[in-house]
């Protein structure tokens, strides 16, 4: 049986009014260039994973982290190789006790019986929206990201081939979606949001909405965070 205390995102809040959409936007990176389409590619992504950069990842953890001890944790961000490449992410149950229907990547706590945490990230891509690895090839993965609840997650990218059938766990997954990842690696969305009257300790996060079809898709905070470090891997 899975293991509960899936990761959490970094939006964390004690009140449940909270809404990360009216939080005032105090920046938007047009100035910053977009990750051409030709990088985007899965021959670019593989080379670039082979023989990576020289970089720093821009974030590396929440401001504000809770005082739990800390949990080895993994997430998957599946690049899904259509004719325009997208990002498979989902929307957490609207039943779950805490960040229901929040934007997410498939993942979670590292178990034991994990061979290492690319596994993880594979066992839980398959446990919540029954994606086989059949159809991932691994790259590689990013720096370590802490969010709020103390989970130290590593993404795992990976390329996925088209043809799966999701399945999604009910308890956990109120629904899967894709996102172009030609809109996540352009900064001219990458929105900074920052909480007002916090001082010079305000809780800050980006966004990325993404409108699709009649959704808006809002990738936010610990989610946000990660696909940011992505974007500074591929532009460096």
């Known amino acids: 049986m899975k293991p509960a205390a899936p990761v959490e995102p970094i939006n964390a809040v004690s009140h449940t009014s909270f809404d990360p959409r009216e939080v005032p936007v105090i920046g938007i990176d047009r ?3 977009a990750v051409a389409p030709s990088e985007l590619t899965a021959t670019a992504l593989r080379a670039r994973f082979a023989s990576p950069p020289v970089w720093m990842p821009e974030l590396r953890r929440d401001a504000r982290t809770s005082d739990r001890a800390p949990a080895q944790a993994a997430v998957l961000v599946p690049i899904v190789q259509r ?3 997208t990002v498979l992410l989902t ?3 609207t039943k779950m006790s805490t960040h229901s229907g929040q934007v997410a990547f498939p993942g979670g706590r590292v178990d034991p019986e994990d061979a290492n945490i690319a596994a993880a990230a ?3 891509a ?5 994606l086989s690895a059949d159809f991932i090839e691994v790259l590689g ?3 370590t990201y802490t969010t709020v609840t103390s989970f130290i997650v590593t993404p795992i990218i990976a390329l996925v081939q088209p043809g799966f059938r999701l399945k999604l766990s009910p308890t956990e997954v109120a629904d899967a979606f894709e996102v172009p990842l030609s809109h996540l690696m352009d900064p001219a969305n990458h929105r900074h949001h920052a909480m007002v009257g916090e ?6 996060w980006f966004s990325m909405p993404y409108q699709d079809g009649p ?9 946000a965070a990660m696909l940011r470090n992505l974007y500074r891997f591929l532009s460096a």
Do not use: K
């Open 83 to 85: 004719a325009e490449p």
């Open 215 to 223: 959704h808006e898709r809002f990738v936010w905070g610990a989610t």
């Open 31 to 33: 100035h910053l260039p």
């Open 126 to 130: 398959w446990e919540e929206v029954g």
């Open 199 to 204: 001082g010079l300790n305000a809780r800050q």
């Open 91 to 93: 929307e957490r149950a």
């Open 122 to 124: 594979l066992r839980e």
């Open 141 to 143: 993965s990013l720096p």
